[in-house]
């Protein structure tokens, strides 16, 4: 498989450029091989130390990231990643295996898929991932605010008492989500819809993770209350504080 296949494929209209990062080089050429006339153009490094030098050179707009890599795996790789950039990644795990998706998530992965699965539903989670990672063109001057936390939704900038928040993608379209309703009960089926892209299944622990994720970065090294309450068996509210005078 030629890894530089993206950089000669001439689409400038694509609809993202990948970086798949998996050592099955047969399933990373199929990958390529179905995504592309899709509209991405992807580029593939087969271990993670090649994964990490390629970020360096260039900008990718999601990352795919296989979890059973031999050398450095996936987790490793997604921490290395995090401490630099806030590029989406989503993460390929072994089926059934939800100790590798939610450490994946709480790492900072924006989402999963286990294998084997459909390219078909590959194509919708990427989309899925891209949507809300991107700025809307709507967007583009928005501004949102509750209490001490501004989001800035142009340049996709979170603070908190003017602090800023280092969220990924995820992250922030989910604060944006409860900022929007300050102090209305969101449920965890519209968490699902609106920021994951999809409906809520029996016992997926994406969308507690990913607030998890997020409470820990709203709080920071500040013992005080976190503004995201829990309101068991309904969902999650934003309870805005004061913003410092």
């Known amino acids: 498989m030629n890894s530089a296949a993206a950089d000669s494929s001439g689409r400038d209209e694509a609809d993202g450029r990948l970086l798949l990062v998996d050592d099955d080089e ?4 199929m990958l390529q091989e179905y995504l592309e006339p899709e509209g991405f153009a992807v580029e593939w490094a087969g271990d993670g130390p090649r994964a990490l030098e390629r970020l360096e050179d260039a900008a990718f707009d999601l990352i795919i990231l296989d979890v059973m890599m031999p050398g450095m795996n996936g987790f490793e790789v997604l921490r290395r990643i995090r ?14 295996d939800d100790v590798d998706r939610i450490v994946g998530l709480e790492i900072g992965a924006d989402d999963y898929l286990a294998k084997p699965f459909n390219p078909r539903e590959l194509v919708a989670r990427l989309r899925a991932v891209l949507r809300r990672t991107r700025p809307a063109a709507a967007a583009e001057t928005g501004h949102l605010s509750a209490g001490s936390i501004e989001l800035d939704l142009r340049t996709r900038r979170a603070t908190r008492g003017g602090r800023e928040l280092r969220l990924t993608g995820t992250e922030f379209q989910l604060l944006g989500l409860l900022v929007s ?30 607030i998890s994720n997020l409470r820990g970065k709203l709080t920071g090294d ?6 995201i309450r829990n309101i068991r068996g309904v969902g999650y509210t934003l309870v805005p504080d004061e913003p410092d005078a």
Not at 83 to 96: C, F, I, K, S
Not at 182 to 206: T, Y
């Open 181 to 210: 309703a300050a102090g209305e009960v969101v449920s965890k089926e519209a968490i699902s819809r609106e920021v994951l892209g999809r409906r809520l299944q029996p016992w997926d622990r994406s969308v507690d993770t990913h």
């Open 83 to 96: 401490a630099e950039r806030d590029t989406p990644v989503l993460m390929l795990t072994a089926r059934g």
């Open 26 to 29: 047969e399933l990373a050429t």
């Open 222 to 227: 500040d013992r005080g209350e976190n503004p």
